[in-house]
Nanobody, 123 residues
Framework: QVQLVESGGGLVQAGGSLRLSCAASGRSFGGSVMGWFRQAPGKEREFVAG????????YYAESVTGRFTISRDNAKNTWYLQMNGLKPEDTAVYCCTVLRSSSERTIQGVVYWGQGTQVTVSS
């Protein structure tokens, strides 16, 4: 089993920045893909960003491209989501994930979920 713990959420004004972290513990998950999903009030969970553990290739949802950056530190089994230019519509619970492959963009492709951290962007 793999346990994922997020940190770094909070309240920020529109245009501001936050950095989320996800620390993984448990068995090694080798060549997996790490990512972030989010769920806004009244909406379904949606893919935000992903990064391949080996090689570091990244990919993003169109809604966050150019504003969010995903990165990882394999030695620490930790990955990050740097969020800049935040908008009120980015308000959501953000969950870190381990995905089956880099082609996965839906919840069906998630192997492990974190508990989530709240991000609130005020206008």
């Amino acid at each position: 089993q793999v346990q994922l713990v997020e940190s770094g959420g909070g309240l920020v004004q529109a245009g501001g920045s936050l950095r989320l972290s996800c620390a993984a513990s448990g068995r090694s998950f080798g060549g997996s893909v790490m990512g972030w999903f989010r769920q806004a009030p009244g909406k379904e969970r949606e893919f935000v960003a992903g990064i391949v553990r080996s090689g570091g290739a990244t990919y993003y949802a169109e809604s966050v491209t150019g504003r969010f950056t995903i990165s990882r530190d394999n030695a620490k089994n930790t990955w990050y989501l740097q969020m800049n230019g935040l908008k009120p519509e980015d308000t959501a619970v953000y969950c870190c994930t381990v995905l089956r492959s880099s082609s996965e963009r839906t919840i069906q492709g998630v192997v492990y979920w974190g508990q989530g951290t709240q991000v609130t962007v005020s206008s």
